[in-house]
């Protein structure tokens, strides 16, 4: 069982940037990503990278603004989220899969859940 704990959501103008963190004993060897879903919308990809580091793939939406990278030293994973716009306001998850490539921006390729963090984004 993995226990994913995000952090460092919260409000910020449009423009401004944020880092999420998501912490767990083992991560070594999962491969992380975020998601994330806004009121009455469904749950969306928006970045992951592989349990060796090798590959990160990002959706359209967050491309040259997001970077996800992970610190396997502290078992974290960070999701750097800069050129912030009101329509990144969302909650934001953090999801893990043990030992994947395959079908990184699909959520049912995701065996954990954090239980999410919001980010506000103010115009």
């Known amino acids: 069982q993995v226990e994913l704990v995000e952090s460092g959501g919260g409000l910020v103008q449009a423009g401004g940037s944020l880092r999420l963190s998501c912490a767990a004993s083992?991560?070594?060897?999962?491969?992380m990503a975020w998601f994330r879903q806004a009121p009455g919308k469904e749950r969306e990809f928006v970045a992951a990278i592989t349990w060796s580091g090798g590959i990160t793939h990002y959706a359209d939406s967050v491309k040259g603004r997001f970077s996800i990278s992970r610190d396997s030293a502290q078992e974290k994973v960070y999701l750097q989220m800069n050129s912030l716009k009101p329509e990144d306001t969302s909650v934001y998850y953090c999801?893990?899969?043990?030992?994947?490539?395959?079908?990184?921006?699909?959520?049912?390729?995701?065996?954990?859940w954090g239980q999410g963090t919001q980010v506000t984004v103010s115009s």
């Open positions: 999801a893990a899969a043990y030992m994947t490539s395959y079908y990184l921006s699909v959520s049912t390729t995701y065996d954990y």
């Open positions: 083992g991560l070594q060897s999962y491969t």
